[in-house]
């Protein structure tokens, strides 16, 4: 069974080991995590405590948890926006606030659950039975272009372009600014966040992460900017962009540093501005270049037109 791995370092928490990581560990129960401890899956300073063991505070916690197991996914007539279709891929336009895959939290209304109704068996099932199909994923607030596999082989093949960087993303953002540097490199590793586990962070212990970068257009308050990616490290684009100081509008986790947008901008912002605009990769089995497009969503041309342009 797989299983993942978080580590927690506490920034001042204080209190009962169980009442300490039901706060932190919000998609899961007490009674969960007090059976986690009983099942020694939870290491505080890499030692084995009880549910009523009392932190101080400056602790290092890892919990391993088990990936759920599901045996079936239900399937549900969700609205697929498909772009390009053959016998063996699928690219959907993916709309923003739409879970990719079903998860401990979201068993059902993702991506997949309307796949299947879609295409029924028709999908890979090399990545796991809760994956079918998925070669990477897109977070549920971002929007845009996503690449299914209906067999294995081609999930092989993508999943080998996505390694060799063959396989191209480049993404539309509106983050806080201006940018003074019109285009550049964001080099730096990117890891999970010892401090917050929904977060991940710049790190030197991280593994290497490239965002290439070029602002469209500055304003008052934002700026317009394109993005391609060259590695895909969870949430990279968010990370990088909050690492130089501009974190993208409507952001929910990464704001750290953050000179808050005034007025109505940021109060009537549905999520945060990111949106995987292009896409090209070499079809598996034609060997065709393959490249596409998904127009600006409504809600980017609606923030850009409210804001003001640099004179």
Known sequence: MKQETIELKLDGQQGRLDKVLSIELTDYSRTQIQQLIKEEKVLVDQKIEKANYKLNG????????????VTTIEAENIPLDIVYEDDDVLVIN???????????????????????????????????????????????????????????????ALSEQLMDRSLGRTYLAIVNGPIEIPQGII?????RD????????????GKAAYTIYEVIENYKQAALVKAELKT?????????FEYIGHPIVGDPIYRTGLAEMRGSIVKESSG??????????????????????APMPPKFIDLINRLEKIE
């Open 58 to 69: 400056t602790e290092r916690i890892e919990i391993t948890i088990p990936e759920p197991e």
């Open 94 to 156: 993916k709309a923003a606030g739409i879970v990719v895959h079903p998860s401990k939290g979201h068993r059902n209304g993702t991506i997949v659950n309307g796949l299947v109704h879609y295409l029924g068996s028709n999908l890979s099932d090399r990545e796991s039975m809760v994956r079918p199909g998925i070669v990477h994923r897109i977070d549920k607030d971002t929007s845009g272009l996503m690449i299914v596999a209906k067999n294995d082989f081609t999930h092989q």
């Open 187 to 191: 080099e730096v590793p990117i890891g």
């Open 194 to 205: 010892i401090h917050h586990r929904t977060r991940f962070s710049v790190t030197e212990s």
């Open 232 to 240: 895909g490290r969870t949430h990279q684009i968010r990370v990088h």
């Open 272 to 293: 945060q501005y990111l949106h995987a605009s292009e896409l090209h990769f070499i079809h598996p089995r034609t060997h065709e270049e393959i490249s596409l497009n």
